[in-house]
């Protein structure tokens, strides 16, 4: 495959090539060789701390694509970005600034090398990740009726990511102008692209109906003549296409790690279209004056030391850890909670324009448990029901919510959520603190989570301890103790900041919950607090912590487990499960020095097992016990089922022994 290219290119060729060439920026390609050239030395130096992926060699793919963008549009781009970033934006001085580690970067020294955000521009060091996110930035170019595009960079390296071809299967279906741009360079870091790569590049893009462009680095004229060709396409019929740009990288992969055939590199350094260039007498004279500048830029760094950015202010905490412990009582109409979790969506949809991403989420349908049923009948524009790609919705979601609509993305089953994590985690959540509070992407992901249901090992488990303690991420549970809608209205809906939605597949079907004689009900730091079930008179001598389906499903065996221990209970349900509210559960548990942890998933390293870790460190003195799933998958027999999942019995025996 290789050898092919280089029997067909000759260094008279490409100096042929460039004879006549008048709209190459010349002056860039040699500022963006020179910043990473000095990147390099500065690393080999022990002034530079990570690493650094160069595009030397590359620098005219970059170039001749953004020679056809507009101030509106965006680009997303990879671990290989620094060109991409200079040719967007021109910051080639904050580039530098942010790779020494100063405050004064681009993302005040945090994100280095593989992480840069401007306006306008997203890097990201996991492959292909940035695919659907970028697919939903298009979609908000579009439906504000410009005609901006994206522009989204890969290598082929990517071609083994799945992310990959869900984002271009959700770019055609919902037409959107996304430009994928595929720089092979025939290496995936060190691996031949025979032996990484099956088929064709081009192919696969053609398996999703796009249109594709194809050009290389060696022949400047009809690059820079593709790239604007591929461009102006995608921004006159605002739908997507593909073009592969054959290119080679001159250096490492990364700092030092080159396994490859020493007389290959010197080839393709010999036909190097800038580096002819640069071999011309008259051209030196710039690059010497570039060179003096970026030298300069670094060097002073070196010599005035780096001003890192304050530990303080950056990891400041986005999530909402301060709780009241006011109470107020409270009443629910018996309405069924799917009803009431559809009218709190409902009202996103019509008051805030939201949108819904999800599989099967349209009408006649309306998802696989209705909470979205009549949307798209309503507000077609605003409900994308997608095939099966949770990485790809929820990429495609977030993308969205980081233009400023309101995103909820539907993973249909708890056990999928899995496959999303990487858009959950490096994507939405890292945003913030990784491009220096610049930037963030509040959407909200629901998910219907729990067992009880027959459905099996793969969709049944509770897997949101999975994603508890992650920067930036709120986690809540409705509960059928309590009217959701305050919940998704009030708190949820405003957050500036991604948050899980937790929602059980039992619990859809119960009614709100009315309140025992004898028991009061009473919410606890607001709408979106914590719901509290306790006697009205007497002594309580067990507090029992749970949420979600569990929580209703105690309250429901609240009687049963009154005439067992021959104790009054306090039944606390926190609706914002991460952070942990603390006070009013420190408070209650201080006063009994009991406590029962119940949790539909497994308990091992669990919810429940830091909910009492942290009320330790408060130095309250109270016996504790946690009661979880067992650590195996759920069962779709009934019987074997409910021996999984907690029990009266189990939750009653534990008790006991924290009574004791």
Not at 143 to 154: H, Y
Not at 268 to 288: H, Y
Request: proline content about 4%; hydrophobic content about 40%; some cysteine.
């Amino acid at each position: 495959m290789i050898s092919d290219l280089m029997g067909s290119l000759e260094k008279t060729s490409v100096i042929d090539s460039m004879r006549g060439v008048s709209n190459v920026d010349f002056r860039t390609a040699v500022r963006i060789r020179l910043v990473e050239e000095k990147f390099l030395s500065l690393f080999a130096e022990g002034k530079m701390s990570g690493t650094v992926h160069t595009c030397v060699g590359q620098e005219f793919s970059a170039l001749a694509v953004m020679s056809g963008l507009k101030d509106c549009d965006w680009v997303t781009s990879n671990h290989r970005c620094h060109g991409h970033f200079i040719a967007k934006t021109g910051m080639w001085e904050r580039l530098i600034a942010e790779l020494m580690g100063d405050e004064s970067g681009v993302c005040k020294g945090v994100g280095s090398s593989q992480h840069l955000y401007a306006d306008g521009f997203l890097s990201n060091g996991t492959q292909g990740s940035l695919l659907p996110v970028g697919g939903g930035i298009a979609n908000q170019l579009k439906q504000r009726g410009g005609d901006g595009i994206v522009t989204s960079f890969i290598g082929e390296g990517t071609l083994g990511e799945g992310v990959l071809y869900e984002a271009l299967n959700l770019a055609t279906i919902f037409n959107l102008p996304q430009l994928f741009v595929c720089e092979n360079n025939f290496y995936s870091q060190s691996t031949p692209q025979v032996n990484g790569v099956a088929g064709s590049i081009s192919g696969r893009a053609q398996a999703f109906g796009m249109k594709v462009f194809e050009a290389g680095i060696w022949d400047l004229s009809n690059l820079y003549a593709v790239c604007l060709n591929a461009v102006n396409y995608v921004r006159s019929s605002q739908e997507p296409a593909f073009l592969v740009i054959q290119c080679y990288r001159l250096n490492a992969h990364s700092k030092g790690d080159d396994d490859r055939p020493q007389e290959e590199v010197d080839f393709f350094k010999a036909v190097d279209p800038l580096t002819n260039w640069l071999s011309v007498e008259e051209n030196r004279e710039l690059e010497n004056l570039i060179r003096k500048e970026v030298d300069a830029v670094a060097e002073g760094f070196v010599i005035r030391g780096i001003k890192y950015w304050d530990i303080g202010e950056y990891s400041s905490s986005v999530l909402c850890r301060n709780n009241s412990v006011r109470r107020k009582p409270f009443s629910n109409n018996p309405e069924l909670l799917s009803k009431v979790l559809n009218g709190a969506y409902r009202n996103q949809l019509i008051t805030e324009s939201a949108i819904f991403v999800g599989e099967d989420i349209a009408d006649p349908y309306g998802g696989a448990f209705k909470i979205t049923k009549g949307f798209s009948t309503e507000k077609r524009e605003q409900v994308f029901s997608t095939p099966i790609s949770e990485a790809g919705l929820t990429g495609f979601a977030i993308g969205n919510s980081l233009m400023g609509t309101p995103a909820y993305a539907e993973i249909m089953f708890g056990d999928f959520i899995l496959n999303a994590g990487d858009q959950i985690v490096n994507n939405a959540c890292k945003f913030h603190h990784m491009y220096a509070h610049q930037v963030c992407a509040p959407v909200k992901i629901r998910v219907a989570m729990g067992g009880g249901r027959g459905y099996g090992p793969t969709h049944s488990q509770s897997l949101e301890k999975t994603f508890l303690g992650v920067e930036s991420l709120s986690v809540v549970a409705p509960t059928s103790l309590r009217d959701p809608s305050l919940l998704i209205n009030d708190m949820v809906a405003p957050l500036k900041f991604p948050c899980l939605i937790v929602e059980n597949k039992v619990d859809y079907g119960r009614r709100l919950a009315s309140p025992m004689e004898g028991l009061l009900f009473e919410e606890i730091g607001g709408p979106g607090g914590t719901i509290a079930v306790r006697p009205e008179a007497g002594r309580v001598g067990l507090v029992i912590v749970s949420y979600g389906g569990m929580a209703r499903q105690l309250y429901d065996w609240y009687e049963e487990l009154f005439k067992e221990l021959d104790v009054r209970i306090e039944l606390l349900a926190p609706q914002l499960i991460h952070p942990i509210p603390l006070a009013h559960i420190e408070r209650s548990v201080a006063k009994t020095g009991a406590l029962l942890v119940v949790e539909e998933g497994v308990g091992d390293f669990g919810w429940g097992s830091q909910l009492v870790a942290q009320l330790h460190r408060s130095r309250i003195v109270f016996a504790a016990e946690v009661v979880g799933a067992l650590p195996v998958s759920i069962p779709s027999p009934r019987i074997l089922e409910q021996a999984v999942i907690p029990s009266l019995d189990q939750i009653t025996a534990a008790a006991r022994r924290v009574l004791k």
